[in-house]
């Protein structure tokens, strides 16, 4: 069997790889355009701030050791410029020799993955405008911070290259900006849980425009839809990728509206003996159930594992993808699974959601630090979505979630996950426990939440109760708020109107639930803020500083 693979980096390689292990025999040609294969592509803004200091670091395999391990034919500068799927052939031009040959394949494994979008602004062209999706993108942004010295970058587009981006930058020593033509960073990220990034960012002085565009770069600043000039040296486009496929244009082989090849749970493409994988794929969200784009490192070396096994005859199939994705933006992490709020939204989804604020471990020991967990569930309590935003342990819980998830757990499972539990890595009641505590309250009527967007819509005759201590108070309120600190409540209720309804608040949410439950069975109507003051405190910090 003769196996064609387009593609070198982490879905061709990984194919190649499992492909070798699972047949001896099999011949197996490794195609790719670029002059490097197995790169770490995540790694390659750590490179540009000097985090990673050794350009071999973020090579996983050379063609030479990928060759005398797996016996593969590695050829690399090797474009393939068209497919022929009737007579089982691959154009292909060697860019080194400008040699233009076909090669046959017994099957054929696609994974050319995705190309930088550049958008049509004016001056894109220019020499200090980079993309960054290679190892040689990446050499040719170091090299010319080390050869020009710059003084101000811009990032055009906030996703987690982007944003990585910017703190390599700053890490640089370069003033840093990032444009965004969203309303917030991270597409995946709800806006609720963004506003702790933005803050974040703007602290370690990167400068953020937001819901606007860049539409001309000069030599030395980017021009905005609406007349601002950012200053910017350097400037890196990172608004996203687009499958590259165009060579496949005329092969007959389906692609989907944005050039994404078309494949079923076993990677096949419809056309006999043809296969495809990695970040050119559309692939079922195990949520919606709708078929995405999901530019993942993870997703894609699975799908190179299963390709290889039904290749080979075995029974393999891909289950989905979740879009589980994390970020580190300076000292702050944040991190995502399943579907964002927005997004349920968008299809009408059925859902519940709720904020829990949790230590990242006991209290009691030094140096523990705060996270934010958002939990959204269906009615019944299955799992759909999670994000968490913090500084330490965010990617332990997010893991857990994840996995929650894909086993199709409830709320309730989460409550009764035994996690491990030390006093410098947790607490007793993990915050993965406790968003399952918080959010089987909800379902179980014990808790009625509101929200941040619901504080504009209070009725006027309800009472709004703030229920932390007088100190907290002053240094800050919701505004029309009644202060009735929650240690003195139960001698104090006559103070409140029994027919009014009453939204209580406290910073974190679980002095507002525990004044709930008091006065829920005491006959009031009480609802009570999820997250509390602190995600309240971070939106208003979040658009006063959008807003000046």
Known sequence: MKVVIVGGVAGGAGA????????????????????????????????????????????????????????????????????????KTVSVTNHETGER????????????????????????????????????DTIRIKAYLDANAPKTAAVIGGGYIG???????????????????GAHVIGSLDADMAHAVHNHLRDNGVALYLDRTAQEITEREVRLNDGTCIPADVV?????????????????????????????????TGVPDVYAVGDAVSVTHVVSGQTRIVPLASPANKQARIVADVVCGRDAAYTGAQGTAI????????????????????????????YTISPSHAGYYPGGTMMTVKLLFDPEGYILGAQIVGQEGVDKRIDVLASALRAHLTV??????????APPFSS?????????????NILDGLMRPFYLEDISSIPQDATLLDVRTLGEFRMGHLPGAVHLPLDEMRDRLDELDKNKPIYAYCR??????????????????????????LLYEAAQKDQAASQS
């Open 16 to 87: 190649a790889a499992r492909l070798r292990r699972n047949d001896e025999y099999a011949e197996i040609v490794m195609l790719e355009k670029g002059p490097h294969i197995s790169f770490a592509n995540c790694g390659l803004p750590y490179y540009v701030g000097g985090v990673i200091q050794e350009e071999a670091a973020l090579l996983l395999q050379t063609p030479q050791s990928f060759r005398a391990r797996f016996h593969v034919d590695v050829r690399v500068n090797s474009e393939v410029t068209a497919v022929d799927t009737v007579q």
């Open 101 to 136: 040959y076909t090669e046959s394949y017994d099957k054929l494994i696609l994974s050319p993955g995705a190309s930088p979008i550049r958008p049509p602004i004016a001056g894109a062209d220019l020499p200090h405008v980079f993309t960054l999706r290679n190892v040689p």
């Open 163 to 181: 944003l990585e981006m910017a703190e390599n930058l700053a890490h640089a020593g370069l003033s840093v900006s990032v444009v965004e033509a």
């Open 236 to 268: 890196v486009l990172s608004v996203g990728v687009a499958p590259a496929t165009g060579f496949l244009a005329q092969s007959g082989i389906p692609l989907g509206p944005r050039g994404e090849i078309l494949v079923d749970d076993r990677m096949t």
């Open 327 to 354: 970020a580190k933006v300076f000292r702050l992490t944040a991190a995502v699974t399943g579907e964002s709020e927005e997004a349920l939204i968008g299809r009408g989804a059925d859902f519940r959601k709720c």
């Open 412 to 421: 309730y499972d989460l409550q009764e996950l035994e996690l491990s539990y």
């Open 428 to 440: 007793a009641k993990d915050p993965v426990n406790m968003a399952g505590y918080v959010a089987g």
């Open 508 to 533: 974190v949410g679980q002095r507002g639930y525990i004044a709930q439950r008091i006065l829920m069975q005491h006959g009031f109507t009480v609802f009570n803020l999820s997250g509390g003051y």
